[in-house]
């Protein structure tokens, strides 16, 4: 795959171009199923300014944690070029949705449903743009896809990643239309579980340059694949936590 394509006299990143695009869809997404939560264009605007606010801290804080779980793993300071990592968004972000939503007494529930598709929208376009730009990439693979960057076939992990990270999306969306107006903030954690999952399984067919990223304390596990642990460990605690509250209400 090519790293930039040229149209008419311009060169074009493809990183950069899907990365973008994957900024683009939060709004997209939000704008598109504001009328089914009953959100003002207003409201919908101050949601799309939070998510994508508090998303990109979740990345930074997603990178800065990273340096020092491999700086302890290395014995010696981790330096790394990336200053943003987004396997820390679904995360995170739920933690500050959950304290603005105590701060401010908004729906908690009603939020993470609301916001759900556009976390995963995010990941499908940004590993789009890994595609492209060889990032991310897999085992040395005759029957794979090129890599520009490394300058020969391999797996072509993130496209499967891709793909994955988009049926979640559909998913998400599902749910939506499934639940009519009923927000019982399931659709979240059931979007993180399976990321946590279909995210896990391709991270066996990954490649990391740092040795202790591709086995974190010698595991056998990448570090991310430890991310991704908590992240279904996270959603998990809440989506149980939700069924055990509707039981009991049911019992009243």
């Known amino acids: 795959m090519l790293q930039y394509i040229h149209f008419l006299n311009f060169e074009i990143n493809m990183y950069k171009l899907f990365f973008y695009l994957a900024l683009a869809s939060v709004p997209i997404l939000l704008f598109a199923t504001r009328k ?4 003002s264009i207003r409201r919908t605007a101050f949601y799309t300014s939070f998510t994508l606010c508090f ?3 979740s990345a930074v804080l997603t990178a800065w944690l990273k340096k020092i779980m491999l700086s302890l793993a290395d014995g010696a300071p981790y330096h790394d070029a990336e200053r943003l990592r987004n396997y820390g968004i679904p995360i995170f972000l739920p933690v500050f949705l959950l304290l603005y939503c ?3 007494k908004d729906d908690f529930k009603k939020l ?3 916001i759900a598709p556009c976390v995963y929208s ?7 743009g890994c595609v492209f730009w060889g990032c991310c990439y897999g085992k040395p693979d005759e029957n794979g896809l090129w890599n520009a960057k490394l300058g020969y076939r391999t797996f072509p992990v993130q ?3 891709s793909v994955t990270s988009l049926i979640i999306v559909m998913i998400c969306l599902l749910l939506l239309w499934r639940m009519k107006k009923k927000h019982f903030g399931f659709i979240y954690p059931i979007g993180g579980i399976l990321f946590a ?3 896990g399984y391709w991270e066996s067919f990954r490649v990391h340059e740092s040795a202790n990223e591709q086995s974190y304390y010698g ?3 990448t570090l991310w694949q430890y991310w991704l642990l908590v992240l279904f460990v996270e959603c998990a605690v809440w989506l149980i936590s939700i069924l055990l509250h509707l039981k009991k209400n049911k019992r009243r």
């Open 55 to 57: 998303g990109l801290v």
């Open 159 to 161: 496209l499967y990643d």
């Open 112 to 114: 993470s449903d609301y």
């Open 102 to 104: 105590n701060i401010f």
């Open 219 to 221: 595991t056998g596990w």
């Open 122 to 128: 995010v990941m499908t376009f940004v590993k789009i």
């Open 36 to 39: 089914h939560y009953g959100y």
């Open 197 to 199: 999952i279909t995210k």
